[in-house]
């Protein structure tokens, strides 16, 4: 199941306790791919940005929605990643969404 873009061009894909979030410009796609660990708990296993997109802010602009979403569906998300484990770090404004 996919969700329509939002506002910055992130869409959503989920099915069967695994998804990922989806950016596309240009012709270049970023993701961020994650799992469920339970229900109360989402596991960031690994972001992906093209060479074309870095330095776009592609890559925080993924990490954010996750946080956004796991807010919203009252998540943690645990850092396997460890791109999103960098962003957690930098951002202690996000420190309520994260399991660490």
């Given amino acids: 199941m996919a969700d329509a ?10 099915r069967d306790g695994r998804g990922r979030y989806v950016l596309v410009r240009d012709g270049h796609e970023a993701e961020l791919t994650y799992r469920a660990l339970g229900d109360d708990r989402i596991v960031a296993e690994h972001t992906g940005v093209p060479r074309e997109m870095g330095g ?3 890559g925080k602009a993924l ?7 796991a807010r919203a569906e009252g998540v943690r998300i645990v850092p396997a990643c460890s791109f999103v484990d960098a962003m957690r770090r930098r951002h202690p404004d996000w420190a309520d969404a994260f399991a660490v």
């Fill in 56 to 58: 776009t802010g592609a």
């Fill in 5 to 14: 873009p939002d506002a910055n061009g992130i869409a959503r894909e989920h």
């Fill in 63 to 69: 990490v954010a929605r996750l946080v956004d979403d």
